[in-house]
């Protein structure tokens, strides 16, 4: 990751509580890059965060962890969200959705805003990655 820029890595529970955390954490780190893109890399991790603990074996257990890392390279974010998976599921864009939608535009906003996106699998769960492109 240092090839990257790493500029930083976080741990935090698996609780929508932890969700303001993580996105104040990744707002810190940016502060000071004056990326045109900030407001939509805070506005995704809060969707993958929150994502993460609906959705993966991290929220349903009392000791699931997230971990947001976020790194720039030639102005380019790169932020991974990792999380514990979930066997039998997968990341998808829900049908229909639209800015109107009441649920379910995480992907679909990830999609929309994001350069690039994906998603795999490791030995220590899930990562789901977007990237922002600078000026």
């Known amino acids: 990751m240092r090839a990257l820029g790493l500029l930083g890595r976080v741990e935090v529970p698996a609780q929508v509580a932890a969700v303001p955390r993580a996105r104040r954490y990744v707002h810190d780190l940016l502060k000071g890059l004056d990326h045109p893109h900030t407001d939509d890399a805070l506005l995704l991790v809060t969707e993958l965060v929150t994502n993460a603990v609906r959705h993966s074996d991290s929220g349903r257990g ?24 979930s066997v039998g599921q997968r990341p998808r864009l829900c049908a229909g959705v639209s800015p109107d939608s009441g649920g379910g535009r995480g992907l679909w906003l990830v999609q929309e805003l994001s350069s690039a996106w994906g998603w795999y699998e490791t030995l220590a769960g899930r990562v789901v990655w977007f990237q922002l492109g600078g000026r």
């Open 62 to 85: 009392p000791d699931g962890r997230v971990i947001i890392a976020v790194a720039n390279h030639l102005g380019t974010l790169h932020i991974d969200v990792v999380d514990a998976g």
